[in-house]
């Protein structure tokens, strides 16, 4: 059974950054695509960003429009873990933040088969 548990999460000023990391124990995940998803009150779980086997002998990354730029998502897989570094953030991207694993890596919550459990972040002005 794979667990993903997410850390880092808080409270940070306008322009501030926070990185999150989610570890994943019960399976080695370096097959699987891992990604970031996000929801806001009242509003459907959102993708954020997503690391997946590109082939060759690198990932690849996708993020959604509204963080390119200012959010990296970087995986170790020595250490099991993936990780969000999100920077210039703004009040818009306050959510709760949730790490998924799954073989597909689309940019939908039904291409993912493993969830955590989601941390806060919130940005103040």
């Known amino acids: 059974q794979v667990q993903l548990v997410e850390s880092g999460g808080g409270l940070v000023q306008t322009g501030g950054s926070l990185r999150l990391s989610c570890a994943a124990s019960g399976r080695t995940l370096n097959n699987y695509a891992m990604g970031w998803f996000r929801q806001a009150p009242e509003n459907e779980r959102g993708f954020v960003a997503t690391?997946?086997?590109?082939?060759?002998?690198?990932?690849?990354?996708d993020y959604s429009d509204s963080v390119k730029g200012r959010f990296t998502i970087y995986r170790d897989n020595a250490k099991n873990a993936v990780y969000l570094q999100m920077n210039s953030l703004k009040s818009e991207d306050t959510a709760v933040y949730f790490c998924?694993?799954?073989?597909?890596?689309?940019?939908?919550?039904?291409?993912?088969?493993?969830w955590g459990q989601g941390t806060q972040v919130t940005v103040s002005s």
């Open positions: 690391t997946r086997w590109g082939g060759g002998r690198s990932y690849s990354a």
């Open positions: 998924a694993a799954g073989l597909s890596g689309g940019i939908r919550a039904i291409d993912y088969d493993y």
